[in-house]
Each structure stands twice: as structure tokens, then as C-alpha cells.
T-cell receptor, first 113, second 114 residues
Framework: DGGITQSPKYLFRKEGQNVTLSCEQN?????MYWYRQDPGQGLRLIYY???????QKGDIAEGYSVSREKKESFPLTVTSAQKNPTAFYLC????????????FGQGTRLTVV | AQSVTQLGSHVSVSEGALVLLRCNYS??????LFWYVQYPNQGLQLLLK??????LVKGINGFEAEFKKSETSFHLTKPSAHMSDAAEYFC????????????FGTGTRLLVSP
């Protein structure tokens, strides 16, 4: 079945460490996104990519980095510069057409310990 | 830039009662509008979408929403709530200008009591 796979589901990080969240899709979608979810704040866009080897900052990109070397993959690195990284992270993908919706992965819950 | 406002962070209904979740949007161009549902510790699942066809949109699980341009609203309704409807619901908007970039509301948690 086609879909988006995020791993791991739960991740614990010590302060000062970088961690990478994985996102893979087999929907043949061109566009991919990373959102951060905090209670009461909805989903906020971190980074998005419309095509391989290209990506743009979203609303809260500071402290995060991404790469898009393959169409299927869009990993997110949470760096030590991110002041408050504990959150639920969601990856999504879509076609470029505005007529179709975004499909979401199951999320990764990151906790700084 | 587009934005979404969801009135009420929590809505409580009894099983069998009408569900009404409110969403108002702001967009400088004709919008596309979406409702998503999220169960605890899971991703988002599309309930329904408006893409400038019929203004009354029917979705999965008996939900529907009506696009009202004059009121800039896209409220979600269901005639009779079921216990399994308890979840968080997000309204989202994107601009009808090519590349889709969704902007989400802050979400409404629906509580269903027996």
C-alpha cells in the first residue's frame, strides 16, 4: 500500500545532541513537508520541498535542517540550536496540484531528556 | 497571506447529538479548504475538502461541511455524534494559486459523552 512512513515513533534526545527524523513516501509525490505540533498551537510548517534538491524554509525553520536528495525521502534534523525541540513532528506529502490534499505520516514524538 | 480560525479549543456533545465545529478563513484568492481528523498519537486523516466545486461537501464517517463565501466560513457538521468521533479536528486552507502549502487552524478537540 502507498503511504508515508515516519521513524522512529518515539525519540529521546539529550540536550546538545542533533537527531534526525526519517520520512519516506512511496506515493510518487513531488512535494514534501515537515510540521511541528504543540498542544493548542495547531501545526506549524518547518520546511517544505517542491522538488528534489530544492527546499524552502517554513514559518519556524530556526534550529532545523533538511535535505531532499531523493524524491521518496525528506529527513529532518533537529539541531542543538533548537531551543525547545520537545514536540510531535509530522511529515506530509502531496502532488503539486492544489486540488489534492496532503497525506500525513504517523508522526514522531521527540522528547529532550 | 491566508489564515484559519477555529472557534473553541474543546467542544463537548452527547452521543447522538449534532456536531458543529467552526472554521473561518482568510484568503486573498479563492481558497481550497480542508478538514482533517487526528486520533491520539497519530497522523492526520483527511475528512473532506472544498476545491471550488459544490459548496456542500460530504466526507467520510458522515461528516459534511458547507463553504459560505459571504461568511468566509467552512463549518464541519455531523447530524449524530458517535463515541468513535472523539478526536481532534483541524481546518486548513491553501491558496488556489498552484503549489499547495497548507495553513492549519489550532484545532478543536471533540469530546463525546455517552
Amino acid at each position: 500500500d502507498g503511504g508515508i512512513t515516519q521513524s522512529p515513533k518515539y525519540l529521546f534526545r539529550k540536550e546538545g545532541q542533533n537527531v534526525t527524523l526519517s520520512c519516506e513516501q512511496n506515493l510518487n509525490h513531488d512535494a514534501m513537508y515537515w510540521y511541528r505540533q504543540d498542544p493548542g498551537q495547531g501545526l506549524r510548517l518547518i520546511y517544505y520541498s517542491q522538488i528534489v534538491n530544492d527546499f524552502q524554509k517554513g514559518d519556524i525553520a530556526e534550529g532545523y535542517s533538511v535535505s531532499r536528495e531523493k524524491k521518496e525521502s525528506f529527513p529532518l534534523t533537529v539541531t542543538s540550536a533548537q531551543k525547545n525541540p520537545t514536540a510531535f513532528y509530522l511529515c506530509a506529502s502531496s502532488t503539486e496540484s492544489g486540488l489534492t490534499e496532503a497525506f500525513f505520516g504517523q508522526g514522531t514524538r521527540l522528547t529532550v531528556v | 497571506a491566508q489564515s484559519v480560525t477555529q472557534l473553541g479549543s474543546h467542544v463537548s456533545v452527547s452521543e447522538g447529538a449534532l456536531v458543529l465545529l467552526r472554521c473561518n478563513y482568510s484568503s486573498s484568492v479563492p481558497p481550497y479548504l480542508f478538514w482533517y481528523v487526528q486520533y491520539p498519537n497519530q497522523g492526520l486523516q483527511l475528512l473532506l475538502k472544498y476545491t471550488s466545486a459544490a459548496t456542500l461537501v460530504k466526507g467520510i464517517n458522515g461528516f459534511e461541511a458547507e463553504f459560505k463565501k459571504s461568511e468566509t466560513s467552512f463549518h464541519l457538521t455531523k447530524p449524530s455524534a458517535h463515541m468513535s468521533d472523539a478526536a481532534e479536528y483541524f481546518c486548513a486552507v491553501s491558496e488556489n494559486t498552484g503549489f499547495q502549502k497548507l495553513v492549519f487552524g489550532t484545532g478543536t478537540r471533540l469530546l463525546v459523552s455517552p
